[in-house]
């Protein structure tokens, strides 16, 4: 996937002027946010349980290196592999070796975050086989060549008009009069579509929500069951997940789950949550024969001894995104890389680099609702802040904006010669609005008065600290 | 060095601990063998036949339906009423699963086959061998005798549930599994199975069905 | 009276950057409401401004040096208040981690931190005032600041006060916890975005039907004025603790007598 986050004041205004997008945004603004407050205030313990995911996660994380131990010897002892990949490369090479090995020519896909961060498709179709999303999101999505918007509502940026249009193109069988106008039908669609590519397909690729070490089993969360499909009709099922998806046992994952639903689409539970363990046992009518886990990397491990180790406990509700009124204003295409929002403004700097991301975690009002709504408590605003602090640090924050602030905390540093600047400054700011209270233009501050009038200041601009020193002196 | 080794050697780093500390490796193990349970919501804890009701009232509320039977005897004529009330073909797929088997389809106009499912099966039956009353989950367990595609092929799923097998929460659950599959281990597929299939991918409009059953019933036995 | 003298707290007034430059009346509202609330009044004139400017572009080298001066200029008073819950939420939570590798300071962070109020939840939650004696007739409506909001808890504290104001009508915004896009250096950094989220904002007080719009944080004040004077609403613009003193003699942000 191209990543473009460099550009995201570009891809801002790009996306802000999208009449389409826009209208599509609308859906999430409407959507989530009041489905997630009443299923949490539907739940008396909800609080307290995030309080639980929290400490299980914090407590995983420091054990790490052990439960992944434990895990793998589980997944093991029940017939399956586990591959370990350092690198998203690594992760990939893994994978199409396995497929190799089956003789895959398509492989059907479960939606999974991973797979888009490694470029799992790309990479596949380079190397000769056809990869199929089964999640309707990413259905739609794959046919329209984009990368996922969200990360549980992968198409969330898309119209009906515009689904029906990709599904057109793409069936080329679709009878023309075909009604295909409402949601229904193009449900419908896509469902006939995909019950064939599951049937052929010869290897199924999921991600995981939960890997859990006290049984060795893989947790995959869908309301379609797409993910099912994906996992019990070919031969073959590779899970590939991340080093931080380690839970420690089924209880532990009972807490958390109570959380996801509810965070992500205000669900008490999602319609389908299938825990699976090793390849189909001796006697079983159905399931796959083999069975891997490729367990990915790619800097986790690094993050975990840093101040953004918080952010490994995210279980990718994507609460944080839907809250955020930055990402209700752009969509998640303007983040410039896979994942979106406040999360992807903390991790995309250590994916791929801060000098790629800068943008990001910089594109934030710290107005706190992220923070608020996370399940897992991460100090979203907090991270960003220090993504911040590095790029102050390697000077890579923009020079203006260097000067700027540090010409400001010249002034700021000292009372004295700051109360004597901005009496003058308030003065002319003050003397050049009288009678009209405010700006409509003001040079330095183009950014503002190109959409807001810019209040003077009261009165005659006498400063606070100038009025009451007056009024000491006079008492 | 294998990536295995990498990874697990920079978590050590990160985290500053080395391989021989036991102090940290009788804590994880003290978790596995004692699993925990964290806070369990009281909605569920309650008396059985509250149990039953809620369960029955939270799985409608994501749009499964449900009958309830006195005994496993009463289970076809159920189901043959279901498929008829709903214009369904009287044919059903099922595994071999003992409970079903042993009850007396043939007193039914019902057609009963047997084995997994290849997609072509409009009715799948399957046995739950829980449910969960916090939020109307049906459990099914993969075994000889439950394929599990029958849960997810066929436009209907009529799941069975013993009423007695109806937990508060997902915690006793666990528990029971592990007594009989043994400590550590679960069957290859567990599925917790809330309502139809459904797909909000398309404007936020929620819709039934998307790849599994686009129906779901239940019968709830005792 | 030396007696009546010594129970008094003494209250040091943060007063914020934006309060001194452009509504000192905030300013003089604060000293007002603290003094009712039974303390003594100063304002120390070693101070400029939080430092989050500089704390949220990341550079710490110059957020720590104005919170040494702020620490010292305020730490000998009984309670530090602030007519703003966003520089309250600086000063209270932020100043602390600053000092993570320097231990005298950040003892003398917390200790400081502990003393720092937004001025409306002071009088409420501290004070234990009740009502206020002020007159404003008219409708208007409350936007909840992000910080003041989540950092420090003010929700109920100023509609509480709002209440007991002779004449006036509190008609709750729909939305009035959602950002309304000012964000410090984000408006000038983020133009465009800053734009969008505050036309939502003023959508939904245009709709309120509310007369006056207030709120405890002059930088969305000023915000929210801006947008609202640009799009020619004639929702007027105030600062809660105006209103709350019953200093409303001047002209709304924004407006001259004549507007």
Request: glycine share 10%.
């Amino acid at each position: 996937m191209e990543i473009t986050s460099n550009t995201f004041k570009k891809n801002a205004r790009e996306a802000l002027a999208d009449p389409a997008l826009q209208r599509a945004m609308s859906h999430v603004r409407s959507g989530f946010i009041d489905k997630r407050a009443r299923a949490a205030a539907a739940l008396p313990e909800f609080d307290e349980i995030r309080d639980t995911g929290r400490d299980i996660k914090n407590h995983t994380l420091a054990h790490l290196d052990l439960y992944l131990e434990a895990y793998e010897d589980r997944v093991r002892s029940a017939g399956g592999e586990v591959h370990y990949a350092e690198t998203a490369e690594s992760a990939l090479e893994t994978v199409l070796g396995i497929c190799r090995k089956a003789n895959a020519k398509t492989v059907t896909k479960g939606k999974s975050m991973i797979a888009e961060e490694i470029g799992l498709n790309e990479y596949l179709e380079e190397h000769g086989i056809e990869p199929v999303e089964t999640d309707l999101g990413e259905y739609i999505i794959q046919l329209r060549h984009e990368g996922p918007s969200h990360i549980i509502a992968p198409a969330v940026h898309l119209n009906k008009d515009q689904v029906e249009e990709s599904f057109r193109a793409a069936h080329t069988d679709l009878p023309a009069d075909r009604d295909l106008s409402e949601p229904t039908s193009l449900l419908n669609e896509a469902r006939g579509i995909l019950r064939e590519r599951f049937l052929a397909a010869d290897v199924g690729i999921t991600g995981a929500n939960f890997l859990v070490a006290e049984t060795g089993t893989s947790v995959i969360v869908t309301n379609e069951g797409n993910g099912d499909l994906t996992q019990i009709l070919p031969r073959v099922h590779i899970v590939v997940a991340s080093i931080e998806k380690i839970v420690p046992t089924l209880n532990d994952v009972s807490q958390i789950m109570r959380l996801l639903a509810r965070s992500a689409t205000g669900q008490d539970l999602s319609v389908y949550t299938t825990f699976s363990t090793g390849p189909r046992r001796p006697d079983d009518p159905d399931g796959p024969d083999e069975y891997h886990v490729v367990i990915l990397d790619n800097g986790r491990s690094e993050m975990l001894g840093s101040e953004f180790k918080e952010a490994l406990r995210c279980i990718r509700c994507g609460a944080c995104m839907n809250h955020c009124p930055v990402y209700q204003a752009v969509g998640g295409h303007a983040y410039g890389w896979v994942y979106p929002g406040p999360i992807g403004a903390v991790l995309d700097p250590q994916l791929i680099g801060i000098e790629k991301a800068g943008n990001l975690p910089n594109a934030s009002t710290f107005c706190g609702r992220c923070e608020e709504v996370c399940p897992m408590r991460i100090p979203l605003p907090k991270m960003m802040r220090h993504w911040r602090e590095k790029e102050f640090e390697r000077h890579l924050s923009p020079a203006t904006a260097r000067y700027g602030i540090g010409l400001w905390a010249f002034f700021a540093r000292r009372p004295r010669l700051y109360q004597w600047a901005t009496r003058w400054a308030m003065r002319v700011l003050a003397n050049g609005a009288i009678g009209k209270g405010r700006y409509t233009s003001l040079p330095l501050a183009g950014g503002w008065t190109k959409y807001r009038d810019f209040p003077s200041p009261e009165g005659d601009g006498r400063t606070f600290q100038e009025q009451w020193a007056a009024r000491r002196k006079s008492a | 060095m294998s990536d295995r080794e990498t990874i697990l050697g920079k978590i050590r780093r990160s985290l500053a601990v080395d391989t021989n500390d036991v102090g940290r490796r009788a804590i994880v193990i003290a978790r596995l063998e004692g699993t925990p349970r964290g806070i369990v919501p009281k909605r569920g804890q309650l008396p059985a036949e509250q149990r039953v009701s809620l369960f029955s009232k939270m799985a409608e509320k994501v749009s499964g339906s449900v009958g309830r039977v006195a005994k496993p005897e009463d289970v076809p004529r159920a189901v043959a009423e279901f498929l008829r009330e709903n214009n369904l073909p009287a044919a059903i797929r099922t595994g071999g699963d003992p409970l079903l088997a042993g009850m007396p389809w043939d007193d039914t106009q019902v057609e009963v086959s047997h084995g997994p499912s290849d997609g072509g099966d409009p009715v799948g039956l399957s046995h739950a061998v829980a449910g969960v009353a916090e939020t109307g989950t049906l459990v099914l367990t993969s075994g000889p005798d439950n394929p599990t595609t029958l849960n997810f092929l066929p436009e209907t799923h009529i799941v069975v549930v013993a009423a007695e097998d109806i937990a508060g929460d997902y915690e006793t659950v666990w528990d029971d599994l592990q007594k009989r599959h043994g400590k550590g281990h679960l069957p290859r597929t567990v599925n917790l199975v809330t309502g139809p299939s459904r797909s909000a991918d398309i404007e936020q409009t929620l819709l039934l069905g998307a790849h599994g059953p686009r129906r779901l019933h239940i019968v709830v036995v005792g | 009276m030396a007696d009546e003298k010594a129970r008094r707290p003494k209250v040091g007034l943060f007063v914020t950057c934006l309060v001194d430059l452009f509504r000192p009346t905030v300013g003089f509202a604060a000293v007002k409401l603290i003094e009712a609330a039974g303390c003594d009044v100063e304002v120390p004139a070693a101070q400029t401004c939080c430092g989050q400017p500089a704390f949220n572009s990341g550079d710490d080298g110059d957020t720590r040096a104005i919170a040494r001066g702020v620490i010292k200029a305020f730490e000998s008073y009984d309670y530090v208040v602030a007519p703003s819950g966003s520089c309250g939420g600086m000063l209270k939570l932020h100043y602390a981690g600053l000092f993570n590798d320097d231990p005298a300071w950040k003892a003398r962070a917390e200790a400081f931190g502990a003393k720092v109020h937004e001025l409306v939840s002071f009088l409420t939650d501290v004070r234990g005032m009740k009502d206020v004696a002020a007159r404003f007739p008219g409708s208007v409506t409350y936007h909840d600041s992000c910080a003041g909001l989540r950092e420090l808890g003010i929700r109920d504290q100023p509609r509480q006060l709002l209440g007991s104001v002779e004449g006036l009508k509190l008609v709750e915004l729909k939305d009035a916890n959602v950002c309304c896009g000012f964000g410090g250096t984000f408006c000038v950094k983020y133009p465009d975005i800053s734009n969008a989220i505050v036309e939502r904002k003023t959508e939904e007080i245009v709709a309120s039907g509310a007369e006056t719009l207030l709120a405890g944080d002059m930088g969305c004040l000023m915000n929210m004025a801006g947008k609202l004077q640009r799009e020619n609403r004639s929702v007027s613009v105030r600062h809660v603790a105006e209103v709350l003193a019953d200093m409303t003699d001047v002209p709304p942000i924004g407006e001259t007598r004549e507007s």
